[in-house]
């Protein structure tokens, strides 16, 4: 099953490697590499490559990471690792109406925030 959700992340296209990502944003390799460093973005590892999610950056001019994406990551990260980011932003979220996080975070990054909140909350009772 978990090597069926991680085929299913890979043949997405949302995740390209250091170079493929980096060439595709006008950017040299060294942002990428010093934005995950800062915890701005995130990578999973795959065949031994660090590939990095597409949806993480703006389309604009910069091709900066999306604002907000930081602090997303912050709250995530106390739970869960690369794959389990990737895997949580591109699940439906019963927070965000259904959508995927990864669809909604340029919009409302705010409601994917409560949304990563909520999933490293896990289930209250009372």
């Known amino acids: 099953m978990l ?9 997405s296209g949302d995740f390209l490697s ?3 990502a980096a060439q595709r944003l006008g950017l040299a390799p060294v942002n ?3 934005w995950e460093t800062e915890g701005k973005i995130f990578s999973i ?14 389309a604009d001019e910069g091709h900066g990471p999306v604002p907000g ?3 997303i990551l912050d709250v995530l990260r106390t739970k869960k690792g690369g794959w389990g ?12 109406g259904g959508s995927r ?4 975070l340029f919009s409302d ?12 909350a896990g289930i209250t009772h009372g």
Do not use: T
């Open 32 to 34: 990428l590499d010093d």
């Open 69 to 71: 994406l930081k602090v």
């Open 109 to 120: 990054a705010d409601e994917v925030l409560l949304a990563a909140q909520d999933e490293v």
């Open 85 to 96: 980011i990737a895997f949580w932003f591109a699940s439906p979220s019963s927070h965000l």
């Open 3 to 11: 090597d069926l959700a991680k085929n299913a992340i890979l043949d």
């Open 18 to 20: 250091l170079d493929q």
């Open 101 to 104: 996080p990864q669809n909604v």
């Open 45 to 58: 590892q795959h065949g031994g490559c660090s590939r990095f999610p597409m949806y993480a950056f703006l």
